[in-house]
Structure formats: structure tokens, C-alpha cells
């Protein structure tokens, strides 16, 4: 008798999991695919835990949420974005003011050499800001397909604006689909203000985020925010038009990247990478259960402090790390004379770091 109610039991428990499962397949919003992850260093090595960052001090306090990334301009104010669409100027003492209002979500951001404000907006697709505060929308589509997630950018001398598309099925508002369903949609493009045309040098990305070129625009550097990996395409010499691996995978998930006009590219991790999340990459079955449970059961937890500087080789040359998360779901990294400006995407505040 005890053996048959064990055996009900048990046939009752797996009749309500399969009756879950079944629900929360329904329930999915996405289609999930297998993929590789990269190399895990973990957090040893080059990536060894350190309370360093907790020298870092907040700016911009309660004035909006997520001042994803921040630049500056030759007037000397700072600029970022927030998730409102509000593009906030502001000076090192706190004072600041609305400059535009895009309508969508501002986030990578640089001056091109004539003083306009070329920002990544993820809903709106590249804009030009001008002085006088007009906003342009240079392009929004490639081929004739609308861009859904225009995410970072940096501008070479030639006024080439070298940007990111981080997916063409998830946008913005629902970006942790992204890294469920594990669909390598992700591109590196350019636009030409001088031609007007916009090209795709890079695709099946698995969430393109950060972009950079190297001092001499000898490459340019994009970041797969999903696998950790950073990879680099060759603009210049031998390799021009090859591409190769900068970085083969991260202690975190990075997101943008800045170089800091001389020895070092800033990398912002707004997540630890878990063994976990490598370990359901070959489980796509899983993960669209997953994608049927609300957001706030399986999101990420960002509210880990971390980012690392990287030579022109690649190597790991800085890590700055607060376990506490004074500063975190840091989004970028920009260098100023000594001072390193601290983007995130869900605090409302930024934060500077004085380097020694």
C-alpha cells in the first residue's frame, strides 16, 4: 500500500510538471537555439575579486534613470542619456539641464569633428544632434529593414560612424529575450555621412553592444555582450577586412567599450557571466520553458560593480571590481584626463573613479 501511494505520488508530481512545462511553453515568447559558449575564465587570474571600485562617487544623483553612456564636449559639459529619452548635459559639480528629448532611449553617444551629438538611440536609429539642438535621423534601416536596437557607436576621422545593431528580433524594452533565446542577430555596421549609405561589415553576433577603433583606426572593436567574446575587424595593413578574436571571452558580460586616446581600451561588465547560463547553451528546450516565466524570476543580477582596461593586445591591464555594487549594471567607461565616468543602465546615477 505505502509503495502504491509513492508511486501516486510521484505520477501526480510529474503529471503537474509536465502540465507546467506545457503551460509555460505556451507562454514563451521565443524560439530558442543552441550555441557555443566562450572560454569561462571566472573571477581569478586577471579577473581576481578586488573591492577597488568602491572608490568610485556618484554624479547625477536621482536626476533619471540609466545614464548608459557618457561623453563630452568641446564646450566642456558632459552628456548622457536616460531611460526617459531625456539627453542631459552637465558639468563635474552636478549642475545639469535637459538638452533634447529624442522620444526614444538614448544610449552610446560621441561629437563628431563639427560639434553635432551623434548618439545611438536603440528605438529612434542613428541621430545627429546639432548645437542648436535639431535631431536628424541618419539612418534607421539597412537594405530596407528597420534597425530595432541601434546600441553603441565611435566615429573615425573620416566622419565614418561605426555603430552596433544588437538584434533585429528583441528590442530595448525586451532585451533579456535575447539572451534566452540565444539567436545570433547582432551586426557591426557603418554609415557615411558623405555617401549617406549604411553597411553591414559583421553579422550573427550574439548581442552586438560596445564599439571602438584603436588609436589609429588601424581596427575597430565590437563587444558580443551574450558569449563575453570581444571581436576585432581589421581596417588597415595586411589584415584589412579580416576579423579575429580581440578578447576570447570575458569574466563578464560586456558591455560598451572606449579607448582612451593612448594605451587602453575600458570595458564595462554590467554582469558576471555564470556557469549556469554557459551550461543551458545546448539546452534551447529549457530555456523556452524559462522564457515563460516572468522576467523578474530569471533576469541577471547586475548589481555587481566591474570593469577591466585592455591593451592593444587584448590583455587584461586593469580590473576594478565592487562586490557591494555602489556602481553597478555599469554600461560604460570613459576616460577624461585622470578620471574614468561611469555609465549604468539602472541606476539613477553615474560615477566617476580617479585613477592613480
Request: with cysteine; net charge negative; proline share 4%.
Amino acid at each position: 500500500m505505502k509503495v502504491l501511494f509513492k508511486l501516486l505520488i510521484g505520477l501526480l508530481g510529474l503529471f503537474a510538471f509536465l502540465l507546467l512545462s506545457l503551460y509555460f511553453l505556451g507562454s514563451s515568447r521565443v524560439s530558442p537555439v543552441a550555441w557555443e559558449p566562450a572560454p569561462l575564465p571566472g573571477l581569478k587570474g586577471d579577473f581576481a575579486p578586488n573591492e577597488k571600485l568602491r572608490k568610485a562617487k556618484h554624479i547625477l544623483k536621482n536626476i533619471g534613470i540609466g545614464p548608459e553612456d557618457i561623453t563630452r564636449g568641446s564646450d566642456g559639459f558632459f552628456f548622457t542619456g536616460l531611460e526617459d529619452g531625456r539627453i542631459v548635459r552637465f558639468k563635474p559639480d552636478g549642475i545639469y539641464e535637459e538638452f533634447v528629448n529624442t522620444g526614444g532611449r538614448p544610449l552610446g553617444m560621441h561629437f563628431d569633428r563639427v560639434g553635432n551629438l551623434i548618439v545611438a538611440d536603440a528605438d529612434k536609429g542613428l541621430l545627429s544632434i546639432s548645437p542648436n539642438k535639431t535631431i536628424t535621423v541618419l539612418t534607421d534601416s539597412v537594405a530596407g529593414e528597420k534597425m530595432i536596437f541601434v546600441d553603441d557607436l565611435d566615429i573615425a576621422s573620416d566622419g565614418t560612424i561605426w555603430f552596433s545593431d544588437a538584434s533585429t528580433i528583441f528590442n530595448f524594452q525586451t532585451t533579456f529575450y535575447n539572451f534566452i533565446e540565444g539567436s545570433h542577430t547582432g551586426r557591426l555596421l557603418s554609415y557615411s555621412p558623405a555617401t549617406q549609405k549604411t553597411t553591414v561589415h559583421m553579422d550573427n553576433l550574439f548581442f552586438a553592444n560596445g564599439v571602438a577603433l584603436s588609436a589609429n583606426e588601424e581596427f575597430v572593436l565590437v563587444n558580443e555582450t551574450g558569449t563575453g567574446r570581444i571581436h576585432r575587424l581589421w581596417l588597415k595593413g595586411n589584415k584589412k577586412g579580416t576579423k579575429d578574436q580581440f578578447h576570447p571571452g570575458l569574466a563578464g558580460n560586456p558591455d560598451n567599450i572606449s579607448f582612451n586616446g593612448k594605451d587602453t581600451f575600458w570595458v564595462a561588465l554590467p554582469a558576471v557571466r555564470m556557469k549556469i547560463n554557459d551550461a543551458m547553451a545546448d539546452k534551447p528546450f529549457v530555456r523556452t520553458i524559462l522564457a515563460g516565466l516572468p522576467l523578474s524570476w530569471i533576469q541577471a543580477d547586475t548589481h555587481y560593480g566591474f570593469i577591466v582596461g585592455l591593451d592593444m593586445q587584448g590583455n587584461v591591464t586593469h580590473n576594478f571590481q565592487d562586490p557591494d555594487g555602489k556602481c553597478s549594471s555599469i554600461t560604460s567607461v570613459n576616460q577624461f584626463g585622470n578620471t574614468l565616468y561611469l555609465g549604468s543602465l539602472n541606476m539613477q546615477a553615474a560615477c566617476t573613479l580617479e585613477l592613480n
